[in-house]
């Protein structure tokens, strides 16, 4: 019913900058809360940004003044523009997204909560 589907990650020199998008497509009727979250390599997931549904974000103490969470409604579709990288910031990026969608069959207004396939940033010189 819902899928999320992100882009833009890859090798980046450390300094440098990459925007991931993760765009939400389906009977989606409103979006909740969402967030990025990384993984390396036997590390657990942790989370990197996240946006309240009434918009105020929050960052992890890592990430703080380099990256920036932001959304665009009409568009459902969500950013996480990432600068100065640094070789600790190598992770699969993750999207997650909480929102409202129609599901097909009974057309009820469901809550769901999705995960995008995740997408590798690697930034090394």
């Known amino acids: 019913q819902v899928q999320l589907v992100e882009s833009g990650g890859g090798l980046a020199q450390p300094g440098g900058s990459l925007k991931l998008s993760c765009a939400a497509s389906?009977?989606?009727?409103?979006?909740?809360?969402m967030g990025w979250y990384r993984q390396s390599p036997g590390k657990q997931r942790e989370l990197v940004a996240a946006?309240?549904?009434?918009?105020?974000?929050n960052y992890a103490d890592s990430v703080k003044g380099r990256f920036t969470l932001s959304r665009d409604n009409a568009k459902n579709t969500m950013y996480l523009q990432m600068s100065s990288l640094k070789p600790e910031d190598t992770a699969v990026y993750y999207c997650?997204?909480?929102?409202?969608?129609?599901?097909?069959?009974?057309?009820?207004?469901?809550?769901?909560?999705?995960w995008g396939q995740g997408t590798q940033v690697t930034v090394s010189s």
């Open positions: 997650n997204i909480d929102l409202y969608y129609r599901e097909p069959v009974w057309r009820q207004r469901t809550r769901g909560n999705y």
């Open positions: 389906g009977s989606i009727l409103s979006i909740n809360a």
């Open positions: 946006m309240a549904t009434g918009g105020s974000t």
